[in-house]
């Protein structure tokens, strides 16, 4: 599969109904067509840089994750190695638990911290698409049939991110 037939391509009807199409991946078997309520005419470029800033954003909340991800992993090595090798220098069993106590509540503090990425995230990501003139970040799944008969229509423009206006 070509680097231009992996990204979705959109579409803008006559009517200034905006969807997309889906090549088949992990979330989905075959080609999938998606509608988006806009609340204002949209072009090929507003779609265009909404790609980019949900690019950027998925970008910047991946290296979050990571980031916790890492953080929690060093905190559970941390008291296996603890464990093992501090009772070698004399460190008594109540030391240990009192450790073990303090990196266990810095893991369990890591939780809502997630979930704040998470939920803000949420929101981030929605907002995304309304200050792009869509309704909601949550589109409707076209039947093909539906989805081929804008395609066909007269005055529907197609484009895909980074391969521009295509009819």
């Known amino acids: 599969m070509s680097e231009e037939t992996q990204h979705p391509q959109w579409f803008i009807a006559a009517d200034g109904t ?3 199409s889906w090549p088949p ?4 078997d075959r ?3 998606v509608r988006y309520t806009t609340n204002r005419r949209l072009q090929l470029s507003d779609l265009y840089a909404l790609d ?3 690019n950027g954003f998925h970008s910047s909340f991946n290296r979050r994750s990571y980031v916790l991800i890492a953080l929690a992993v060093v905190v559970v090595i941390a008291i296996a190695l603890m464990w093992l090798f501090l009772p070698q220098f004399g460190v008594g069993t109540g030391v240990l638990v009192a450790l073990t106590v303090v990196l266990a509540v810095m893991l369990l503090l890591m939780w809502p911290i997630a979930r704040a990425i998470t939920g803000g995230s949420r ?12 309704e909601s970040s949550e589109p409707t799944v076209l ?4 989805a081929q008969t804008l395609i066909d229509a007269p005055g ?3 484009g895909r991110r980074g391969g521009g206006a295509e009819r």
């Open 18 to 20: 905006v969807f997309q």
């Open 25 to 28: 991946g992990p979330d989905n």
């Open 31 to 33: 080609l999938k067509y």
């Open 52 to 54: 980019e800033r949900l």
């Open 123 to 134: 929101a981030g990501f929605d907002r995304l698409y309304l200050d792009a003139g869509f």
């Open 143 to 146: 039947k093909d049939s539906e």
């Open 156 to 158: 529907t423009v197609a």
